[in-house]
């Protein structure tokens, strides 16, 4: 009888394991293999490093890598580059210079030989207006107001005014030779009694002061007698 109270315990004690554990491990040569347990929880506080360690990160930083270990430690990153400005070299400053100076010159692009002298026309691209004759003693040119004046050939400045009326303000230069060269209505004169100019300098701006349009009055004179000067502007 109590043999068989012993077989009943163990039956119960038997029973109430195997609803602790539904599939027994396997026995093997005698011994039971270690119960290996899943890294869950390894893997959800590896989670929780790797995004502790991202919201850590300074804004605008870009991982590169991070490590497999479960600390989500970053072990490369960069930050973006900064912003630079580009500065104008020295060299570009220099030749854009030279390019306005080169478009704000002008230069007179005609002339002719009379007597000795090789005369350059006093304004670019001129238009004779009013031709040459005993009575204008001279030849009225078209231009733009402002536009430059140059001397047609070196010279010294006899007379820098506006005392002559009918002229406005008017500018004699003397030349070798006994000659003589007359430039008025000018805007400004730019040159003044006693100066030496060179061929082609500028000696004033063109205008129309004492005129109704902007005009260059230019004559041209030998020993106090006017010369034609329409060849001037013809080359």
Known sequence: MKRILLLLSATLILSACSF???TPAPIVNGTAPPVTQQPTAAVSAGSAAVATTADATAPGTKIQKVDEDDDGTVVSSSAPA??????PTASGAAASAKAAT?????????GATLGNVNWL??????????PYSATTKGVDVAGREGQA???SAAGKVVYSGNGLKGYGNLIILKHPDNYLTAYSHNKVNLVKEGDTVKRGQKIAELGKTESDKP???????????????TPIFNN
Do not use: M, W, Y
């Open 102 to 110: 080169a478009t704000a010159t002008t230069t007179a692009a005609s």
């Open 82 to 87: 900064p912003k630079t400005k580009t500065k």
């Open 215 to 229: 005009i260059l009055h230019f004559e041209l004179r030998k020993n106090g007698k006017p010369i034609n000067p």
């Open 149 to 151: 004046v140059f001397a």
């Open 121 to 130: 026309a006093p304004i670019a691209d001129g238009k004779i207006l009013q």
């Open 20 to 22: 602790t554990r539904a």
